[in-house]
């Protein structure tokens, strides 16, 4: 059983002490002493336990006033045995209860008191009754049930909060991970792309050209540490902190955008670069526009060949623009799976942004994305 609150203790002691006790002291009462204390406290002790068992103590007041009525006890200083004990019991109850069940209980008690009390209208008594309990009883139920009401609507509305907050998880959960595979895919496979290309290159070259050959197994090992290192920062951003002692790891930024336009350009691969110096964007915009980069470069390595491909990046009033288009080629790969494109459209949906990618007249391929100024700066605010 709950331990009664101290509200419980204040109302219980509260009625006794300023209904009861001053009868006692003053023997205005009427009946045995022992009776106005016994009565007096059996309608006050029971709304201790008022929280933890309404009906119970609903019915035991209603016993111990029912009593009093036809032991002709008055333990009140009223012409009744009026007190706030029933209507505090019939307040929790309709507070407690859902509303039929807490009519039907009150309903019953109160009409049981009321009963007694008019038939001891009838019968010759020293103490004069009424229906004062009645007119107590109904505006505490509406009182309770106004209560009960609000209460259980905030109780709802946690529930639903409690709801939104789970469902918002799981939705960051699922932005997550699908940031993380789309990082991972774009990593390993443009990483992947490079290495194929660069190992053919060393083992055509082996023989006549080792220094060429030692040079495309140089790109190699650079390529591998670097997709290491990216890969590294996308798996520490599933942590709360870097690794004790390890070392610092930065997502990749707009300005690296250059660097790996170089890389393509060391792998012989004509690439032209525009990236203005105001082309600046939120860290997690210029991460997604960087690896949109990254995978649309792959694309043209991997079904397009060496051929003059060109990136550019601006900012405007309306947002950040990336753009990649390549001339006509072909190395033969054929069709992509289409894996590529759908992870730029997922991860360019994130941020509200629009993706436009197709063929070109002249059997080049130009992609084009957008990323909303709008979403930007939200993402800078957070």
């Known amino acids: 059983m709950r331990r009664p609150t101290p509200v419980d203790v204040v109302l219980a002691v509260g009625t006794f002490g300023v209904f009861t006790l001053p009868v006692l002291i003053r023997g205005t009462g009427h009946g045995p002493v022992a009776a106005v204390a016994v009565l007096g406290a059996a309608v006050s002790v029971p709304l201790l336990a008022r929280r933890t068992a309404p009906v119970a103590v609903l019915v035991a007041v209603t016993l111990a006033l029912v009593v009093a009525v036809f032991a002709d006890v008055r333990f009140t200083p009223f012409v009744s045995n009026a007190g706030p004990a029933l209507g505090i019991a019939v307040l929790t109850v309709a507070e407690r209860l859902p509303r039929g069940a807490s009519l039907r209980v009150c309903g019953a008690c109160v009409g049981l008191l009321t009963a007694a009390e008019v038939v001891a209208m009838t019968l010759p008594r020293e103490t004069e009754q009424n229906a004062i309990q009645l007119m107590l009883a109904v505006p505490a139920w509406l009182v309770g049930y106004a209560l009960g009401s609000r209460r259980r609507a905030e109780a ?102 250059r660097s790996l336009v170089d890389r393509m350009r060391g792998d012989g691969y004509p690439v032209t670069l525009v990236l203005p110096a105001d082309a600046t964007a939120p860290p997690l915009v210029a991460e997604s526009a960087y690896r949109i980069v990254q995978e649309a470069l792959t694309n043209v390595v991997r079904h397009a060949g060496r051929v003059p491909a060109s990136v550019e990046v601006s900012r405007d009033a309306d947002g950040l623009t990336v753009a990649v288009t390549n001339g006509p080629g072909s190395t033969g790969a054929g069709p992509g799976s289409g894996l590529g494109l759908t992870g730029m459209r997922d991860r360019v949906a994130l941020h509200d942004g629009t993706v436009e990618a197709g063929p070109l007249a002249d059997g080049g391929f130009a992609l084009r994305v957008h990323f909303p100024l709008r979403q930007a700066e939200g993402d800078r605010g957070a």
């Open 156 to 257: 709802r509305l946690r529930v639903e909060e409690d709801l939104r907050a789970k469902e918002s998880e799981r939705r960051i959960r699922a932005e997550e991970r699908l940031r993380v595979s789309a990082d991972v895919h774009d990593i390993v496979s443009h990483t992947l792309s490079m290495i194929a290309v660069r190992s053919g290159v060393a083992r055509m070259v082996l023989d006549k050209r080792p220094d060429e050959a030692r040079e495309a197994l140089s790109s190699i090992e650079t390529a591998s540490r670097s997709a290491l290192n990216d890969l590294r920062a996308v798996l520490s951003s599933l942590r709360e902190a870097p690794p004790v002692g390890g070392p610092a790891v930065e997502r990749p930024a707009l300005s690296d955008v």
